[in-house]
C-alpha cells in the first residue's frame, strides 16, 4: 500500500490509554495527531484549527460520536467537510451501512490495528467517496 502523505489528525476518546495508543499509532504512521479527552475540547479545536480528519470514539461520557458529528457539520467551511471516522468497540450495535447513514467516513473497531487505521487514512486522502468500515458488519450480520 503506497505511503499517504502526513496529515493532522484529531482523534477524540475519554479513555487517557486509548488517546495515547492511538497517539503514538498515527505518530508511527507519519501523522500529525491532536489528542482530546471530551467532545467539548475537541469541538473548541475544530472551531479553530484546521484538520485533515477526525477520529472519534462513539461513546463518551458529555457527547456521542454522533452528536459531535453533527455539531461539525453545522460549522463553517473548512471545518464542515473534515472527514469524520468513527473508532468504537461497540461492533455488534452498528453495521456499515448504518454508520454511513448517520454521515460517518470510515469506521474502525476497537481494539485499534495500524492496518485498520491505515486503510481508513489511505481511503480518506485518495478521495474516496466509498465508506471504509472495519469489524462492523460481520459482527452484526451474524445475528
Excluded: C, Y
Excluded at 51 to 72: C, E, W
Excluded at 79 to 97: C, E, G, H, I, K
Amino acid at each position: 500500500m503506497a505511503q499517504t502523505s502526513a496529515l493532522k489528525i484529531l482523534h477524540i476518546d475519554d479513555v487517557e490509554i486509548n488517546l495515547l495508543v492511538l497517539d503514538q499509532m498515527l505518530s508511527m504512521l507519519g501523522h500529525s495527531p491532536v489528542g482530546a479527552a471530551t467532545g467539548a475540547a475537541a469541538f473548541e479545536l475544530i472551531e479553530s484549527t484546521h484538520f485533515d480528519l477526525v477520529l472519534t470514539d462513539f461513546h463518551m461520557p458529555d457527547v456521542t460520536g454522533l452528536d459531535f458529528l453533527k455539531n461539525v457539520k453545522a460549522l463553517r467551511e473548512p471545518a464542515r467537510s473534515t472527514p469524520v471516522v468513527v473508532v468504537t468497540a461497540d461492533v455488534m450495535s452498528f453495521t456499515n451501512a448504518t454508520l454511513r447513514e448517520m454521515g460517518f467516513a470510515g469506521a474502525v473497531a476497537k481494539p485499534i490495528t495500524a492496518d485498520a487505521i491505515r486503510k481508513v487514512i489511505a481511503a480518506i486522502s485518495a478521495g474516496s467517496d466509498q465508506f471504509v468500515g472495519d469489524g462492523f458488519a460481520r459482527a452484526v450480520s451474524a445475528r
